[in-house]
């Protein structure tokens, strides 16, 4: 028996660890991942096809989330980490009852950071409508600590701001404007980006909030949560064990997918496939 699960370790070192969000915001993930554990395989889908995720139903979210699942499990992937807010606010449970490998999202590793880094115990929250009204954020950070206060805002347009682009011209600083002011008023120390496009803006939302508010980028948690996974599980894939693949599918043609991730990631990214996912 434990030769056999030494077997299955062994064939699960070389596998992917698969990552999907519903457009280029995962990216932010990826670059952690890859930075904190370049030897891995990483196989990514952005669903730019039903891009945003923010403003659809529950319901919705949960059967992209499922889609999305069995394509990247159909791949061959060790585990799956859910790179969306959205996806992980509302999907998570069902993907961990449905799936045999372990499903990592973005909801708890946030949650868990803000509320360590937070002085005077007030946090903002920012992140898709659909993100906003599930509570997730706030359900986690009143468990680990019901004496912070949580303030929420929903930033819709900050999504595509970041597919088109747009880091830091005047559009996304009127935009942040416009959203933060609000926040600013509540004396917040500690912003949690809710979104995984959100980190692209990030210096535009830095100016806005000004230096004494700490933002919270969920995606170094994520990283950090699955190298003890899979170093727990024993499938950390041996850097001698050849060159790290890294696979990126779309389920539609984005014009800035290729250019963004390029200056995003700092890699060289040649081709993305563009594959149809029901």
């Not at 949960?62 to 990247?72: G, Q």
């Not at 499903?103 to 868990?112: E, L, Q, R, T, W």
């Not at 007030?122 to 993100?131: A, C, D, E, M, R």
Request: hydrophobic share 40%; charged share 25%.
């Amino acid at each position: 028996m434990l030769l056999n699960s030494k077997m299955e370790n062994n064939i699960l070192k070389d596998k992917s660890i698969g990552i999907f969000d519903s457009g280029i915001g995962g990216l932010t993930v990826a670059k952690e991942i890859i930075k904190h554990l370049p030897s891995e395989n990483i196989i990514y889908l952005g669903d730019t096809a039903r891009v945003p995720y923010g403003t659809k139903s529950k319901n919705t979210v949960i059967k992209y989330a499922d889609s999305n699942s069995e394509f990247l499990l159909s791949k061959g992937i060790k585990l799956l980490v859910v790179a969306c807010n959205t996806a992980s606010a509302h999907a998570i449970k069902s993907l961990e009852e449905k799936l045999s490998i372990p499903v990592v999202g973005v909801i708890k590793p946030g949650a868990k950071k803000a509320v360590e880094s937070t002085q005077n115990g007030n946090i903002g929250v920012i992140g898709t409508p659909s993100t906003i009204n599930s509570g997730a954020y706030q359900r986690e950070i009143k468990k680990i600590n019901p004496e912070v206060k949580v303030f929420s805002k929903a930033c819709p347009l900050f999504v595509p701001l970041a597919e088109e682009g747009w880091f830091d011209n005047d559009i996304a600083k009127s935009v942040a404007v416009k959203y933060l002011s609000e926040l600013k008023e509540h004396k917040i120390d500690t912003l949690i980006l809710g979104c995984t496009h959100y980190p692209i803006l990030k210096k535009t939302i830095e100016k806005v909030m000004g230096e004494d508010v700490l933002l919270i980028d969920s995606a170094e948690q994520i990283s950090l949560k699955v190298a003890s996974i899979i170093n727990r599980n024993g499938t950390v894939k041996k850097e001698s064990s050849n060159i790290s693949k890294r696979i990126y599918y779309l389920t539609d043609n984005s014009d800035t997918f290729i250019s963004v991730a390029n200056r995003f990631l700092g890699e060289d990214i040649t081709e993305v496939k563009i594959v149809d996912i029901v």
